[in-house]
């Protein structure tokens, strides 16, 4: 999953802030008509992830901050099997801040917790897996990658993004091309192998 990263959008996504449809959470953690919400600040994936809390009956929307599959396998991510993860390493842009905000969330003792991937996990097991993701995050993460040793920091790199698209852009007719080639060489096989 990670090597196909350099695939995934990299720009903004419009959302219609223009229209006035998004809103800034409030500093003080509530959640505009969702008063029974506390909205936490869980950087690390990105800069503005927020995590969102219901105290009453401890349910916690993570989001991405952590998550319940191997993002990272091809095979994790089709059977599903559960298993508390940082988050996932092909996106992250900041493993310091992803470190501390899974220590938030471990703080907030969820009763279920519900990720951006994966199915949702409950009880004590839950609570004990994540505490441990915490405690043994540095081990977890990964060792080598652009965003390990050094945090991306967008506000500032959007001049260098020009140049990362246009690489990204050639990587992506380089994969397409070998995609073809792939699907002549085999569709050749086949009718060789029907003649």
Known sequence: MARLSFLYPRGPIDLGNDRGLLLALPPNGSVPFLPDWQSHHTPGHSPGHVSLFRGHDRVLIA?????????????????????????????????????????????LQP?????????????????????????????????????????????????AGVASQRADARRRRQVAAAAAVGVAVATYYRRRARA
């Open 63 to 107: 989001g991405d901050a952590v998550v319940a599959v191997r993002q990272e396998s091809a095979l994790a991510v089709m059977t599903q099997r559960a298993e508390l993860r940082p988050p996932p390493a092909y996106y992250t842009i900041d493993w310091d801040a992803a470190e501390r905000s899974v220590r938030v969330l471990a703080q």
């Open 111 to 159: 009763e279920v917790l519900s990720t951006g991937h994966g199915t949702t996990l409950r009880g004590l097991g839950m609570r004990t897996a994540l505490h441990a993701l915490a405690d043994t995050f540095r081990q977890k993460m990964p060792h080598h990658g652009r965003y390990v040793d050094h945090p991306a920091h967008p506000e500032h790199e959007r001049a």
